[in-house]
């Protein structure tokens, strides 16, 4: 692509936005004018957005009013956050068994699209999401990327999973794509051919920046090393979607010689979360969810609540993702009003590892069962060549699904894997009694946990 400054940049892409009803910049803007707000201005804004969301769902979503009331909960105006707390937490779990009914009963007066997300804990969750709810997500994520060094224009090579599929890539994602100067590369699967291709890719679109996944990135990494090839010259990289357990964080910024930023968040409940250059924990934007732990350990961590103040379309009040996070007590040091959460826990995955070289991680593969109406899903390998698909389900699993998993798997998987798709009734837990979607009956080279099944559960537990 010519050389285009920055600034024409992100007025081409600004336009593009606002065309589309979505002005992220704009949010943006407000994002930082919110930072010069004293504590207790912003306060009673978040305030003020929680009661009118809680009024909302007690008013419009049939569903809440009939959970609450089954907890003896009646809707009263909310006076501090604390009385967030007499409302029953929605676990997954109640959520997945009930999501067609979690949806505003003035959906059409409200900008929103279906999303789904494919589930880091093995099971698709499938919702709303407001328009508004996506561009201040998009507003934050420009901070997050600025905290970096990021330049808006700079280019950047995105190694993930996408929506896997090519040709589903949306005609408006391929333009947004193109306009962030984003080389997307799939990082479904990698292996010392596919590093070497991408380093060559890379280089010619002169990415600055790497974004993707933490395993992924670290294998890329890993596969130049051993192939005698250096990417210098990049300024950071941004990971995303899984743990940043440290050995990837060690392996990526000693192989690419860059800082590397963790960014977690999730759409189902709606966070976003970024490092600054301090490193010291992830701002998350409380001005778009209002996060609590339940309970916490000795240590403070705890299972991560989430109260959207935005998402009307699909309300998510008290939602609990199934992350295990510590909040931070104090401001960070870097002087941002975002606060910050210290630790994250939660969403690993074995990276399986077959006798070809190839390798396959986390993230991709949870994209894979995102659109599929099953209860669960799990990913085991189970020799040198060979992986089980296992979905669990109530009746007769659907032939498309079968067929959509081949085709996928066909696709970036060589034909010497061995790939076994079948329905079970259970999935198995590990010995701790987690739910892991991806891991290996076989010995494998990366295992970042001690996995093995200790006890099985009926994943129908919904
Ligand atoms: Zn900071």
Redesign the pocket.
Known sequence: MAKIHPKSFQAIVSLFYRINGLDVFGMYRWLLEMQSWSSQKRSEWRLKRLEEIIEFAWNHVPFYREYWGDHGVQYTKIRSLEDLQRYPVLTKDVFRANASQVSADNLHSIKHRKWHTGGTTGQPVHYNRDLEQWTLAEAFHLWGWS?TGYVFGDPVGVIAGGSLVPERMSFEARIRSKLHRRLFLYGVVMSPALARDYYHRLRKHNAKFLYGYPSVLYLFGKHLSELGLVYDGLKAIVTTAEMLLPQYRDGIEHYFNCPVFNNLGCNDGGYESY????H??L?YNDLQSVLEVDNTDCEGQGRLIITNLWNRSTPFIRYENGDLVTLGDEL?????SFP?ISSVEGRTADILTFSNGQSISGPALTLLFGSMEIDGWQVVQTGPNKMEVRICCRGVMQPQYVEHIHNILGKHLSNEVDVNIKKVIELEKTSGGKRKPIWSEYDIYEKNEVSGPGKTDNCTSN
């Open positions: 905290q490092e600054c250059s301090l010291d924990g701002h960070c040091s870097c002087d941002s910050l």
